[in-house]
């Protein structure tokens, strides 16, 4: 990404100083910080993000991931190695204890996604963190497409849609009162097309999943899952080997994967591109439940 | 390729969300699985054909209600930019949503019903994307296939609102008709309005030259973080993190710390790509100075002859926010840039009408969505310039200091 002579930025070095601008904000006026990391793209794009707003220095807060147990071993094993590199701490907020504990029960179809959040919300409570960064992107949903970059949250981690901070130019205002807290969205503006393009730019690495690949998988309600441990075939659901790919990186017994010849990020950019489905569209059984699905997730304290 | 942020403007039956409906799907920026959803909700509301508006609303009580509630950015890309779109309601909390969507656009979009002609809410529009300072506007003349295209509709159009942009700081003004139903002069030109010889509007979207509109002269850096690692790999490393204001800022040149006054030189630039010889805006990376000064979040790094001036009196347009009203000995918080102070309001002015543009002179309060020229006295100096020469520099929020809600937004006219 070289300086063009006229002044001007690309579009790519915009949204990434967009971003340490954001991250920087937060790190100066938020006093508990810390930073969603899933091991999905975006949220390895979030800690490039990081680790570039604070270079040389080391990234000053923890990155916090909430374990729902049913993760893929790549992303476990991307979010260990990467919290090693860049000597960050790391706090790992995990579902199944908090199910043995019996602080929270699974859905009937197996789903955590709705039970990460009172996980969440008691680690928050617990390390008394006061901002929360996640790498929600506005494009990926509508209710998203109308949130802050800077996030209000109540005490209960809620997010009331009808009363949010205006925000303007790139004025932040992280002020709270006591167990109220901010989630920061650094990735707002970027779609999915751009955190491709800026993975190929920077070379990071992504779990293998990304790519096509060939994969043992069975059909489910219209979509493919991968056999495995955490999502066995039922009876009746015949394993076939086909070439798939993940486009994004939820619970391994709920998220499905897609046809597909993208083995390189070349590959998966033109792809992408051409494509005419959402990637939760696509890809997640736990979005299709209604039609404001993640909305009420928002409200309950989700990111 | 690089990037244009605009804001819609327009009101409840203007076709605003059509026209971006009709952006989004014609650059292919709609999935099959939105659109589904989409049809789905119309066939369950009862519409007889598929309403695009629903793609831009969001929210569970938008669609119960059919109105949209706050701003909704959208994001398409061409080959030759990419952009994203501040989606502002019409009605509803109108000016608090439009100066939030117009704080950070290039460029605004004003819908007009070509049967309708300029209403007054066409030019409260007018009036608030220029009080912002959006640079470039586009009056899109709307629903022109129900006026049957009519040269003279449109022309009458033009002139009216030319006339009343006389009275308002213009930069860039484009008339375009359009039909976002039909997609008349949207992506291209129509066969349909021959004697139109402007360009569609995604055309004029595409090559509205934006580079220039940044200041580029004015050199100021807002101290944003201070990064001292401590590790053994850099014992000594000091530097100063943050966006660029404005100016060109190069390893070599002399500038000088505000509030200290201190004269130093920049050693060296990092940014997001490494070591870099010169930056400008918004670039945010680090600078490192020669001498080991003071130096912390809030101060300001400008050129010696060319600083921003220390001031503690603000004169300035302020947009209320708040159910509760701006009044006289009111007490704020205010961050501009990388600084906060507190605030206190000295003196209303005059409340303008925001239709009209009257000046309410015997004004004592500012009730939510209003404006008005109010002077403030901080605790501390601000680095201000005014909002007409830099839109970072000269624009600022308050804040609640009880509840803690932003609640003002406000534009430097000027400062002592």
């Known amino acids: 990404m070289t300086d063009p002579p006229d002044y001007r930025l690309s579009h790519l070095q915009s949204l990434e100083s967009e971003s340490l601008h954001v991250f920087r904000e937060v790190a100066a006026e938020c006093e508990r910080p810390a930073l969603m990391f899933s091991g999905g793209k975006d949220s390895i794009v979030m800690l490039h993000l990081a680790h570039k707003a604070f270079s040389p220095a080391r990234i000053p807060f923890p990155i916090l991931h909430v374990d729902t147990g049913l993760n893929f071993p790549q992303v476990i094993d991307i979010r260990d190695r990467r919290a090693d590199e860049l000597a960050v701490r790391l706090i790992v907020a995990s579902v199944p204890e908090a199910m043995e504990r019996g602080l929270v029960t699974p859905e009937p179809n197996g789903s955590r996604n709705r039970i990460q959040t009172p996980v969440l919300l008691a680690a928050v409570q617990e390390h008394r963190f006061t901002a929360l960064f996640g790498g929600a992107r506005r494009d990926e949903e509508k209710s998203r497409a109308k949130e802050r970059v800077f996030s209000f949250r109540d005490e209960f981690g809620q997010w009331d849609p009808k009363n949010q901070r205006p925000e303007l130019w790139n004025l932040y205002n992280g002020r709270i009162h006591l167990g109220e807290s901010i989630r920061v969205f650094p990735l707002s503006n970027w779609t999915e097309l751009d955190v491709w393009h800026y993975i190929a730019a920077e070379e990071l690495l992504v779990p293998d999943l990304y790519f096509a690949r060939d994969r043992e998988v069975f059909e489910r309600d219209g979509m493919l899952y991968a056999a495995n441990d955490m999502c066995p075939p039922r009876d009746g659901e015949r394993t076939i080997t086909a070439t798939v790919r993940y486009r994004t990186m939820g619970d391994a017994n709920l998220t499905a994967a897609v046809r597909s010849d993208a083995d390189t990020i070349e590959r998966i950019i033109e792809e992408i591109a051409l494509t005419r489905l959402t990637e939760r569209g696509a890809t997640r059984g736990d979005d299709r439940v209604s039609e404001a699905a993640m909305e009420d997730r928002k409200r309950e304290g989700y990111f | ?416």
């Open chain 2, 1 to 416: 390729m690089d990037l244009l942020r605009f804001a819609t403007a327009g009101s409840v039956d203007d076709g605003k969300s059509t026209l971006i409906g009709r952006l989004l799907y014609d650059t292919k920026a709609i999935f099959d699985d939105q659109l589904e959803a989409v049809e789905r909700t119309s066939r369950l509301m009862g519409d007889d054909y598929t309403n695009l508006a629903l793609l831009t609303d969001g929210l569970r009580a938008e669609r119960e209600q059919g109105i949209t509630i706050d701003v909704a950015y959208r994001y398409f890309a061409t080959p030759r930019r990419k952009f994203i779109i501040a989606d502002t309601p019409g009605h509803v909390q109108y000016t608090r949503n439009m100066v939030t969507g117009a704080s950070t656009a290039d460029l605004a979009i004003i819908l007009v019903d070509a049967r309708k002609g300029m209403l007054e809410q066409s030019r409260r529009h007018a009036f608030l994307v220029t009080l912002l300072r959006v640079p470039h506007i586009v009056v899109a003349v709307n629903k022109m296939d129900l006026v049957d295209y009519a040269q003279d509709r449109y022309e009458a159009i033009r002139n009216e609102f030319t006339a009343f942009a006389t009275k308002l700081e213009i930069a860039d003004l484009t008339v375009i008709p359009i039909s976002a139903l039909r997609g008349d002069n949207i992506v291209s030109r129509s066969g349909v309005m021959p004697w139109y010889e402007g360009p569609s509007l995604l055309h004029h979207l595409e090559h509205v030259h934006v580079a220039s509109d940044r200041n580029l002269i004015d050199a100021r850096f807002p101290v944003q973080y201070v990064l001292r690692p401590q590790l053994a790999e850099y014992p000594d490393y000091r530097g100063y993190a943050g966006t660029v204001s404005g100016g060109v800022l190069k390893v070599g040149d002399d500038v000088v710390v505000l509030p200290s006054g201190f004269e130093t030189r920049i050693v060296a630039i990092d940014s997001a790509s490494g070591p870099i010889e010169e930056v400008f805006p918004p670039m945010s990376v680090t600078l490192r100075l020669a001498d080991d000064l003071d130096v912390s979040r809030g101060d300001m790094i400008c050129r010696p002859h060319n600083a921003a001036v220390p001031s503690q009196d603000i004169d300035a347009m302020v947009c209320w926010m708040s159910d509760t009203p701006l009044v006289l000995g009111k007490q704020l918080a205010l961050k501009h840039t990388t600084r906060t102070a507190r605030a206190l309001v000295k003196d209303l002015q005059y409340r303008l009408d925001v239709n009209t543009l009257h000046r309410d002179e015997d004004a004592d309060s500012l009730r939510l969505n209003e404006v008005g020229r109010v002077q403030l006295r901080t605790t501390s100096p601000l680095f201000v310039d005014p909002y007409r020469r830099s839109r970072t520099t000269g624009g600022f929020i308050l804040i609640d200091e009880a509840s803690n809600n932003t609640v003002g937004a406000g534009m430097v006219v000027g400062a002592e």
